[in-house]
């Protein structure tokens, strides 16, 4: 009866992995079916060089027909000015980004880059020219050398050593081991979420791009951390037309338009002085983020 027991309860597990793989399949068909792949226009055209100016002109948008995400939503960003967006989670903030890196196709409405319609740009050259320092950042099994320079696989040795500065990595790379060869990466050395963040502005560094989102990362850092990134930012963004996908107020204080976003609307807008003289939205979150320090 054994002998019988364990190729049938073999056959049994077999059946099941084969079961779970066609669901996998079936699923990942679905997400397929359901966002059609971006490409690029007959007549894309590359992107044009310009000062960095975005304006989303009354965008709507869902990720599917059901779900309107954005209703009417507009906003324009200067060259060389920050935008950044706050709100409850959900309300819409890293859909604009997405949005701007054109992962998805708007409903209705325009985003323009320099005067220039985003979906007439070739998909190569708009994403060129934007940017991310994402809110987790992938480490690859490699050197940190190496991690950072994929930020441009064309720079220097010496952009290499200014982006490495310029993220205020010095004094934690010499304490490594190895230097900038030390491994890291799933197998090598495991960094925490504040240096992950200063690689990823290393790497953007070396992108050298007019325009920088920046999506911030959920996780409270500790106020070391914070500090020492927050430096990093403003260094970094300045020269560039900066959009903030901010969680913590402390990293939107200095920006030039705040952006305050309710289910996928925008509920008040202005600096952070202004917002907080109006004592609505925006002054209740900082009030409570306040509390909560
Ligand atoms: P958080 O602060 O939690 O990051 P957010 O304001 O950035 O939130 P978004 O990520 O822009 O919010 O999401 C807005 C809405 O869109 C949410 O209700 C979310 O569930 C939905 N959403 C996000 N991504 C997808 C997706 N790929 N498919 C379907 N719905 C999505």
Known sequence: MIQLFIPLNFLGFVYREIRRALTDLENMLALLRRQPAIVDTPDAKP????????????????????????????????????LAIVGASG????TIARL?????????????????????????????????????????NASIRDNIAYGNPAASEEEIDRAIKAAHLEIFIRSLPQGDQTLVGERGLKVS???????????????KAPILIFDEATSALDSHAEA????????????????????RLSTVVDADQILVMEQGQVVEQGSHAQLLAKQGAYAQLWNRQQEEH
């Open 47 to 82: 992107r044009q060089a310009g000062a960095g100016e975005i304006y989303f002109e009354r965008v709507d948008f869902g990720y599917t027909p059901e779900r309107p995400i954005l209703r009417n939503f507009s906003a324009r960003v200067a060259p060389g000015s920050k």
């Open 91 to 94: 309300a819409g903030k890293s």
């Open 100 to 140: 701007l890196y054109r992962f998805y196709d708007i409903q209705g409405g325009n985003i323009y880059i320099d005067g220039q319609d985003i979906r007439q740009l070739t998909l190569e050259s708009l994403r060129r020219s934007i940017a991310v320092v994402p809110q987790d950042t992938v480490l690859f």
């Open 193 to 207: 979420g504040g240096e992950k963040q200063r690689i990823a502005i290393a790497r953007v560094l070396l992108k």
């Open 228 to 247: 020492a990134i927050l430096d990093a930012l403003r260094e970094l963004a300045a020269g560039h037309t900066t959009l903030v996908i901010a969680h």
